[in-house]
T-cell receptor, first 114, second 113 residues
């Protein structure tokens, strides 16, 4: 079945350190992999995404990598800041015929300590 | 440019009752997906509406139904509420004309007592 596993469930870092969150997906038909940041009391906010024809993508302090062979993708945050503290979700989308539901991981609670 | 809006923000219902949640998609978006997010978990896909029809459905019982209107807004209806239906209900909007990006609203927090 369709499943996305996400690790770790919690992550605590010092300000300025890097943070890495890893996900594994099961459906080989997945070809779109977004990452969302969710702050308390808010809906998930899209922060970066990657498509299956790309191995890596960067946006300032955030980068994502994708290994389709191993069905792994990861989020890297460099120079972390206290405002990066939130719950991060990875997702995979088995895009087919225009109907692109998202299968989410269980989330990683990131705490950045000043 | 308006983002995704949802109403109401919070709702408290009793077991067995029915509830209707509403969503207006982002300007220019024509497709709406609904997700259920239980406390401490990732969102789970309920269903997706495009051209006023349900196009894809997740593993949710028939008590969960929806509707999409000509202006692309959508409703989620849940009948015969159970305690386990307590969750944050999220709406996401997408446009088929472009990329796959889905934008979420702030959600409706439903509590069933």
């Amino acid at each position: 079945g369709e499943n996305v596993e996400q690790h770790p469930s919690t992550l605590s870092v010092q300000e300025g350190d890097s943070a890495v969150i890893k996900c594994t997906y099961s459906d080989s038909a997945s070809n779109y992999f977004p990452w969302y940041k969710q702050e308390l009391g808010k809906g998930p906010q899209l922060i970066i995404d990657i498509r299956s024809n790309v191995g890596e993508k960067k946006d300032q302090r955030i980068a994502v990598t994708l290994n389709k062979t191993a069905k792994h993708f990861s989020l890297h945050i460099t120079e972390t800041q206290p405002e990066d503290s939130a719950v991060y979700f990875c997702a995979a989308s088995p895009f087919s015929g225009g109907y692109n539901k998202l299968i989410f991981g269980a989330g990683t609670r990131l705490a950045v300590h000043p | 440019d308006a983002g995704v809006t949802q109403s109401p923000t919070h709702l408290i219902k009793t077991r067995g009752q029915q509830v209707t949640l509403r969503c207006s998609p982002k300007s220019g978006h024509d497709t709406v997906s609904w997700y259920q997010q239980a406390l401490g978990q990732g969102p789970q896909f309920i269903f997706q509406y495009y051209e006023e029809e349900e196009r894809q459905r997740g593993n949710f019982p028939d008590r969960f139904s929806g509707h999409q209107f000509p202006n692309y807004s959508s409703e989620l209806n849940v009948n015969a509420l159970l305690l386990g239906d307590s969750a944050l209900y999220l709406c996401a909007s997408i446009t088929r004309r472009g990329n796959h990006e889905q934008y979420f609203g702030p959600g409706t927090r439903l509590t069933v007592t």
